[in-house]
């Protein structure tokens, strides 16, 4: 990765790429795990600093922290920082303001970086199943591409024409729930789950990831159990997920 690539993911998610260009980031989001890894966690470090639905709660944790750790700094015009990597270096007051907000973070998701280490899906594949449906391949770029709020109406009007994919369904309800659709999410991981398809494992290791990242550990742990030890990759993973709550 260079420090062009990086330009690139920043001018595609502020939406400065044209459409061509911005097929182009999708597709070598696929092609590359590399940079795939990098958009992800761009998009994820960006969704954090635009959550308006946190705003009114951080802020009162930044004024009691502040006056913690900076009594003397007190007045300061706090100003909106440029995303870091658009930032040459970090030096003094901008470092613990960082600080500051890194700590506000953690009373404010507490379960936050045990999701994050944990939602890391497997790639969508739909095209490969001989569909016409001209919405089959964009959905599965944007999903790949970790795009999922574009991904999510894609999804909606492939499952329109082919509802018994239920590897689309799991992905949509993995859309819904990284776009904070978690009502929906839970809903469709609840009959995948309750199915005696393939994927009804699946089903469960999506419900506990979603009680992860509401903190109900006790619920994840339930969940954790329905997995069949039978399907060693998602044991493996609900192991370590285990040990972590």
Same mark, same amino acid.
């Given at each position: 990765m ?8 920043d ?6 790429? !044209? ?5 182009g980031?999708e597709?070598?989001a ?7 890894e ?6 994820r470090?960006? &969704? ?14 930044? !004024?009691?922290? $502040? ?17 870091w990597?658009?930032r040459?270096?970090?030096? $003094?007051?901008?470092?613990? %303001? ?7 973070? !953690?009373?404010?998701?507490? !379960? ?12 969508l ?11 089959a ?6 999903f790949?591409? $970790?795009?999922?709020?574009r991904a %999510? ?7 329109a ?5 239920e ?5 949509l309800g %993995?859309?819904?729930l ?9 809903? %469709?991981?609840t009959?995948?789950a309750?199915s ?16 992860v990242?509401?903190g109900d550990?006790?619920a994840a742990?339930i ?6 030890s039978?399907?060693?990759y998602?044991?493996e993973?609900?192991?370590?997920l285990? &040990?972590?709550l």
């Amino acid at each position: 990765m260079t420090d062009k690539d990086f330009q690139i993911i920043d001018a595609y998610l502020q939406g400065d790429l !044209s459409e061509e260009d911005r097929q182009g980031v999708e597709e070598r989001a696929v092609s590359s795990a590399a940079f795939g890894e990098a958009l992800r966690e761009r998009r994820r470090f960006a &969704a954090h600093l635009a959550a308006k639905s946190h705003e009114e709660a951080l802020r009162p944790t930044l !004024s009691v922290l $502040g006056e913690q750790f900076f009594p003397d700094q007190q007045g300061a015009v706090v100003r909106p920082l440029r995303p870091w990597w658009r930032r040459p270096a970090v030096y $003094g007051s901008a470092a613990a %303001i960082l600080l500051v907000f890194a700590l506000a973070l !953690s009373f404010l998701f507490p !379960s936050g970086n045990t999701y994050a280490e944990f939602a890391q899906h497997d790639p969508l594949s739909i095209t490969e199943r001989g569909t016409a449906l001209a919405d089959a391949a964009a959905a599965e770029t944007a999903f790949n591409a $970790g795009d999922y709020l574009r991904a %999510i109406p894609l999804l909606e009007r492939y499952l329109a024409d082919q509802a018994e994919d239920e590897r689309a369904r799991l992905a949509l309800g %993995i859309a819904y729930l990284e776009s904070n659709e978690d009502e929906k999410a839970v809903n %469709i991981f609840t009959e995948i789950a309750a199915s005696e398809g393939a994927l009804a494992a699946y089903g469960n290791w999506y419900l506990a990831l979603a009680a992860v990242k509401r903190g109900d550990s006790a619920a994840a742990l339930i969940f954790l159990d329905k997995i069949p030890s039978t399907d060693t990759y998602l044991t493996e993973k609900a192991n370590r997920l285990r &040990a972590s709550l």
